[in-house]
């Protein structure tokens, strides 16, 4: 089939506010996710940045239907995904599967690592316990674990371990697509390579693609094919990975990166820190024109008048009236080209 | 690539972990804490006693309305806890007494917690319109002194075993609905039950096997206390004479009938007295056991 597995359309999703005004009458909207629009092809790996509640995790549920977009569609294969879910949700869910954040709170603890791995074969395939024991075992082999462990409960492993589990839930059903929600965020650092590789080693055997939300842009340049950034709950920038670690255009991009340190001394003593001024806006009230553009140190008249459009094409694009021109300097990138 | 190699040691590091203890589900745990409270266990001691006297008992101790004996006998080699107004052998009334008590406390919490765990789960799955319309009534319901509703309730329904422990599971479910709603509600947001979603798993698999396990430790607390506090509303209602019907052995009955001559008989009070405290103590204390060992916080 040609065409990107998965393709969002300006997809906007609004949660009622606060109360707000007399007696609480009316509501204010939060606007998590603003007109976001990108492809994703089959087998590869998007990584997703921005600051917590800049939407990208809102977007990962978005696509994965367990929040109803406001507006605009995701389409699987050309399909939208809502009707397909509504048409036949199991379907819908052999097709797009998801890692969570918290390797703690996502496995549920009154069951057994057996019994959470051996439900997608039940809800799907109808198989009893005892006959997906022998699919179960492989799962576990397969996350580097081993098939003793599936009469454990999630509370007697590690957070690198329960993350395993974690990933080996979402392949039970042979997905597409898993969205990743900041998978190794909340593991230990000696950790996270671990499961980042066993993440690539997965996708090279079984070429499902990767949305891949993370905060930290070295994790994401070490998995990603591209990258796109989000600000406020606007794409600001999107292109492929080397594009947007050497030559990010969007000042937030770049002050992403000036963020990052250096693991050698005498390149971080030279590293130029841009420092953004102020805290991100409130989503329940963003600034106008461009999101960014009240931290922005390049922001003038224009920036405030008018949303800037996403101009590029496939490779690369931006959403900025003001796009810095010069490539990425060496000590502004998190890891040395 | 530097990444790379450090990649492996961690994999290697995160594998070295693989190999844990041996397997210790939570409630093994939690038995383990039980055992260590010497209070709690001492509860569980009286339960399990009071359960083989309810059990066989009866079988072994005289006719509880066999009225043959002297009135007011002290306790003597023949009736251990002497007789009563009636000349009934004290110690064969309150063994029948605690039986009663122990079926009416368990039946009555057995049909209480059934009817709130419906109420809760259904307020704090659908939340909403639902929610608000059962809770404003379990308010409402929590506002009414406790035996004035008791006693209209006998009033509706006449006296007897039957109604008393229709009255005390019509009362007693309100807690168990607040508490399981308030489970509900915190289980229904965490990751678990979005990533049981996210398999796919259907909406009832999910409230069965997702949410009802845990938001139960709670319940089994108040299941506990609840048997206690159901036998005590009964001596309560038998002793204002709106429970159970006048010759059948009830503890609150035997108090009540024993009040006029507790100066002169006090083993009349002394005995059925001692039955109600140690059948509400055990349960009690076996409650408050089960409350450290589940660790749970909000009951």
């Known amino acids: 089939m040609s065409g990107p597995l998965l393709e969002a359309r300006n997809v906007v999703k609004e949660f009622p506010g606060p109360r707000q005004g007399f007696l609480g009458m009316s509501r204010a909207t939060v606007h998590a996710v603003n007109d976001v629009s990108f492809t994703l092809d089959r087998g590869e790996t998007l990584g997703v940045v921005g600051e917590s509640g800049c939407g990208k995790s809102t977007l990962g549920r978005v696509i994965m239907r367990l929040l109803p977009a406001t507006a605009g569609q995701v389409l699987l294969d050309g399909q939208d995904s809502a009707a397909l879910e509504r048409a036949d949700s199991r379907a819908f869910r052999r097709r797009v599967q998801m890692v969570f954040q918290d390797p703690y709170a996502s496995l549920n603890p009154r069951m057994t690592v057996g019994e959470i791995l051996a439900e997608p074969f039940l809800v799907h395939q109808g198989m009893k316990r005892s006959a997906s024991t022998a699919r179960v075992a492989e799962l576990l082999s397969i996350v580097g674990l081993s098939p003793e462990h599936a009469s454990r409960y999630p509370h007697e492993f590690s957070g690198g371990q329960r993350q395993r589990v974690g990933i080996a839930r979402a392949l039970a059903v042979e997905p597409d697509l898993i969205v990743l929600d900041e998978p190794v965020s909340a593991l230990d650092v000696s950790i996270q390579a671990g499961v980042v590789n066993l993440l690539r080693k997965l996708q090279g055997e079984r070429g499902m693609a990767y949305f891949f939300i993370a905060h930290d842009l070295s994790v994401v340049r070490h998995i990603s094919e591209r990258v796109a950034v989000m600000y406020l709950g606007r794409m600001v920038e999107i292109g492929t990975r080397d594009r947007i670690y050497r030559e990010a255009r969007h000042p937030y991009t770049r002050a992403l990166m000036s963020a990052v340190p250096i693991p050698d001394p005498t390149l971080e003593r030279q590293r130029q820190r841009i420092i953004l001024e102020g805290d991100v806006p409130s989503p329940i009230d963003p600034p106008s024109g461009c999101h960014f553009r009240t931290r922005c140190w390049r922001a003038t008249e224009i920036c405030a008048n008018e949303v800037p459009p996403m101009t590029g094409d496939a490779k690369h694009a931006f959403a900025c009236h003001h796009p810095v021109e010069t490539p990425v300097q060496l000590g502004e990138s998190p890891v040395p080209a | ?299």
């Open chain 2, 1 to 299: 690539m530097e990444l790379d190699v450090t990649a492996t040691e961690a994999d290697n590091l995160d594998r070295s972990l693989a190999e844990v203890g041996p397997s210790r589900s939570l409630l093994s745990d939690a038995w383990r804490r039980f055992r260590r409270n010497r209070l709690a266990m001492f509860g569980l001691v009286l339960v399990v006693f009071l359960i083989v006297v309810a059990l066989i008992g009866p079988s072994l101790v005289q006719d509880p309305l066999d009225t043959g004996g002297i009135s007011k006998e002290k306790p003597t080699n023949q009736h251990w806890m002497g007789t009563d107004s009636l000349g009934r052998d004290v110690m064969a009334r309150v063994v029948h007494g605690i039986r009663l008590s122990l079926f009416i406390g368990l039946i009555a919490t057995v049909a209480q917690t059934c009817l709130g765990m419906l109420v809760g789960s259904v307020a704090g799955w659908f939340r909403g319109w639902a929610d608000t319309v059962l809770m404003r009534f379990v308010d409402i319901m929590l506002g009414i002194p406790y035996l004035v509703l008791a006693l209209a309730m006998v009033a509706v329904m006449g006296k007897g075993v039957t109604a008393v422990i229709i009255t005390l599971g019509l009362t007693a479910w309100l807690q168990t609905a607040r508490t399981v709603r308030a489970g509900f509600l915190q289980v229904r947001e965490l990751e678990y039950v979005e990533a049981a979603r996210a398999v796919g798993v259907p909406t009832r698999r999910i409230i069965v096997r997702h949410v009802l396990p845990n938001v139960f430790q709670p319940v089994i607390v108040l299941i506990a206390i609840g048997i206690g506090v159901a036998i005590l509303s009964e001596a309560a209602l038998s002793y204002l004479g709106v429970g159970v019907k006048a010759p059948a052995p009830s503890l609150g009955l035997m108090i009540s009938e024993s009040q006029s001559s507790f100066t002169t008989s006090p083993h009349l009070l002394f005995f059925p007295g001692m039955g109600i405290v140690l059948t509400v103590l055990g349960f009690m204390l076996v409650g408050d056991g089960l409350r450290d060992a589940l660790d749970v916080k909000d009951v």
